[in-house]
Every structure is written in C-alpha cells, then in structure tokens.
C-alpha cells in the first residue's frame, strides 16, 4: 500500500505536467489559426484544463493531509504542486488577456514565444516523468538544464519584441496591449523554471 501511495505522488505530478502540455498546446493552435471571434471557445477549452489541473492539485493536497509516510519532504510535495499549478495558470491568463483587450491581429513575434511555451511545457513533463525514478535517473539534470534555457530563450525573445514593438507601433495603447501580453508570456516559461528549480530542490532534500 505505502509502494502504491507513493506513486501517487508522482504520477500526480506527471499528469499535472500533461495538462499543461495540453494548455500550451491550445495556446499555439489558437494563436496559428487565430480568429479573434473564436476566443470565448478557446477561453472555454482551456479553463476547463486549468480546472482539471486545479482538480489533480487538490486531489494531491487531501492525500498528503492523511499520510503519515511521504516519499518526499512534505514541503517539496507541496512546493512542486504549487509550482505545477502555475504555469497552467499563467498560460490561461494569455488567453484572457487576448480576449479581454479584443485583440485582432497577431503580432509575428508571438509565434515564436508560444512555441517556446511548449517547448518548455514538453520538457517540463519530461523532467517530472524522470523525477518519478530521481534517485536513479540519468537526465533528470539534463531536464533541469534544459528548461532553464528555453527560460533564457524566452527572456531574449520577449526583450526583441518589446524593442520592435516599441520601434515600430505608433499607437500608445497597442504598446500597452502588447507589452503585457509579452509579459504573460514570458511569465509562462518563468512558472516552468519555477517547477525545475523545485524540482531540483526537492532532488537535493531527498537524496
């Protein structure tokens, strides 16, 4: 029973991990097919993942109320859950800052950062995958190395864009608009590093 309940833990983990696979995913189809008069959908779509996340997290959080034994420091569990929580979250909030300010048009740049989003997403499942056997895994820091670079790929992305935007929009409020779309942005590849390092941190408490 105690083998079973510990990988609770880490499956939970896996699984919040895929839904925010899923969720970049809805955010890259929206933003290559974009259709402005089709975000109250795609709003729809990826609340419900966001709830199905939130739904894992609590799920998670009652199980570890209970325990006595955990396979890793309470406070990692809960640090991780957390951290996974959030790029859900800030993923979402791209959504609703597209649909909120009626966006129409799609900056090019945006592709660019969207995919990085999942890129860090699809690695960031692969590193909780591996986190399931951190003891024996051989490219858990592989993982963690590689999400903190897509990081910095981000950071870069978004200072090119404020500077094209800022060099070429002339409307002042288009720049507001689009200075914080950039910014949720790069938030979501921030809340994937956010999980590596407590991934990290929860390796170097339980070994």
Not at 41 to 47: A, D, M, Y
Not at 56 to 70: P, S, W
Not at 99 to 120: G, H
Request: contains cysteine; negative net charge.
């Amino acid at each position: 029973m105690a083998k079973k309940q510990d990988n609770f833990y880490f499956e939970t983990f896996i699984k919040c991990a895929e839904h925010a696979v899923e969720a970049s995913r809805i955010l890259r189809r929206s933003i290559e097919s974009y259709n402005p008069d089709g975000l109250d959908s795609i709003l729809e779509e990826i609340h419900n993942t966001e709830h199905a996340a939130d739904m894992k997290k609590h799920e998670m959080m009652n199980v570890l109320a209970k325990a006595f034994i955990t396979p890793i420091e309470r406070d990692d569990i809960i640090l991780l859950s957390q951290c996974l929580d959030e790029v859900v979250d800030k993923i979402e909030d791209v959504v609703l800052r597209l649909y909120c300010d009626n966006i129409r048009t799609i900056r090019p740049e945006m592709i660019q950062a969207v995919d990085i989003v999942e890129k860090c997403c699809s690695e960031m499942k692969l590193m909780m995958e591996d986190f399931s056997d951190f003891k024996h895994s051989k490219t858990l820091h592989e993982r963690i190395v590689r999400i903190n670079t897509l990081e910095e790929e981000a950071d870069r992305i978004f200072i090119s864009s404020m500077r094209a935007i800022h060099t070429t929009e002339k409307d002042p409020v288009e720049i507001i608009i689009w200075r914080d779309v950039f910014r949720y942005l790069e938030q979501c590849a921030d809340a994937c590093e956010h999980v590596a390092e407590a991934c990290e941190k929860a390796y170097m408490n339980n070994t």
